[in-house]
């Protein structure tokens, strides 16, 4: 599937998932400086649009020896998962509350390299005028990030993860 394709269907998700009730956002909060970093919850699906949490694993114990719980609930080798960093600008200026004034909450999706157009999941709201989101467990297969406003009113921004688990992208809407 092409690149161009893939991010026109990343882009439907979001209605496709809420009619069906089929995506799950994160029970718990941004934690430190927005980011995923515990708790019991995790999110599924496009930008993550409500619902309750799904099935997979909640914490490391849950995934027997040598394995994690990786933030989209599924056990994985800890060699398997990484830290990812994603920060924003909007229109060159610092995330903040005049920049985000007009969206202050994003969906943030993950497309995994799958290649089926269908391995992905989110969060949201995130908070446009913390500038970054962090997750501490993010399986490696997951290679591309998308940041949209909640309304899914403006095309989304996307990017792919560095060699270090980073990722920025300047916003312009």
Same mark, same amino acid.
């Given at each position: 599937?092409?690149?161009?394709?893939?991010?026109?269907?990343?882009?439907?998700?979001?209605? +496709?998932?809420?009619?069906?009730?089929?995506?799950?956002?994160?029970?718990?909060?941004?934690?430190?400086?927005?980011?995923?970093?515990?708790?019991?919850?995790?999110?599924?699906?496009?930008?993550?649009?409500?619902?309750?949490?799904?099935?997979?694993?909640?914490?490391?114990?849950?995934?027997?020896?040598?394995?994690?719980?990786?933030?989209?609930?599924?056990?994985?080798?800890?060699?398997?998962?990484?830290?990812?960093? +994603?920060?924003?600008?909007?229109?060159?200026?610092?995330?903040?509350?005049?920049?985000?004034?007009?969206?202050?909450?994003?969906?943030?999706?993950?497309?995994?390299?799958?290649?089926?157009?269908?391995?992905?999941?989110?969060?949201?709201?995130?908070?446009?005028?913390?500038? =970054?989101?962090?997750?501490? =467990?993010?399986? =490696?297969?997951?290679?591309? +990030?998308?940041?949209?406003?909640?309304?899914?009113? =403006?095309?989304?921004?996307?990017? +792919?993860?560095?060699?270090?688990?980073?990722?920025?992208?300047?916003?312009?809407?």
């Amino acid at each position: 599937m092409s690149y161009r394709r893939a991010m026109s269907a990343l882009r439907l998700w979001p209605l +496709v998932l809420g009619l069906v009730g089929g995506c799950f956002t994160e029970q718990t909060g941004p934690s430190g400086g927005g980011g995923y970093g515990g708790g019991d919850g995790w999110g599924t699906g496009t930008g993550g649009t409500g619902g309750p949490i799904s099935s997979g694993c909640s914490a490391d114990a849950d995934c027997g020896t040598g394995n994690v719980c990786a933030r989209d609930g599924e056990c994985l080798a800890s060699s398997a998962v990484q830290i990812i960093h +994603v920060t924003w600008t909007i229109n060159g200026q610092p995330a903040g509350v005049a920049s985000c004034s007009a969206n202050p909450n994003l969906d943030i999706t993950f497309v995994g390299d799958r290649g089926d157009g269908q391995d992905q999941f989110g969060f949201a709201p995130v908070p446009c005028m913390e500038g =970054k989101f962090t997750v501490d =467990k993010m399986p =490696k297969r997951y290679t591309t +990030v998308a940041l949209e406003p909640d309304c899914l009113c =403006k095309a989304a921004a996307s990017t +792919v993860f560095d060699s270090t688990g980073s990722a920025t992208l300047d916003l312009s809407f």
